[in-house]
Nanobody, 114 residues
Framework: QVHVVESGGGLVQAGGSLRLSCAVS????????VYWYRQPPGKQRELVAF???????NYDGAVKGRFTISRDNANNTVDLQMNSLKPEDTAVYYC????????WGQGTQVTVSS
């Protein structure tokens, strides 16, 4: 069974940066797609970015140019580098690993103060 754990959330001022990490166990090699979603307070969960096993990436328009998703097969992780953060980026961020199974993490809180 695939297990997914997010880390790296926290409180940051607007304009700052955070790096989220998604650890996939036992291995990321059988995972075709890894997604980062977020759920702002009082709103629905939304897709932020994804990366394929081949390294193809895609971003929501609201984060394009500010966020970068990357995959490290050797360490079984997918990171989300978030720069130029805005208060509207405040949300719980979730990682999803999709392959033979579809597994979600518990989420990590990101709070951006103005």
């Amino acid at each position: 069974q695939v297990h997914v754990v997010e880390s790296g959330g926290g409180l940051v001022q607007a304009g700052g940066s955070l790096r989220l990490s998604c650890a996939v166990s036992p291995s990321i090699l059988d995972i075709n797609m890894v997604y980062w979603y977020r759920q702002p307070p009082g709103k629905q969960r939304e897709l932020v970015a994804f990366i394929t096993s081949g390294g193809t990436t895609n971003y929501d328009g609201a984060v394009k140019g500010r966020f970068t998703i990357s995959r490290d097969n050797a360490n079984n992780t997918v990171d989300l580098q978030m720069n130029s953060l805005k208060p509207e980026d405040t949300a719980v961020y979730y990682c999803r690993a999709f392959g033979n199974t579809d597994s979600w993490g518990q989420g990590t809180q990101v709070t951006v103060s103005s």
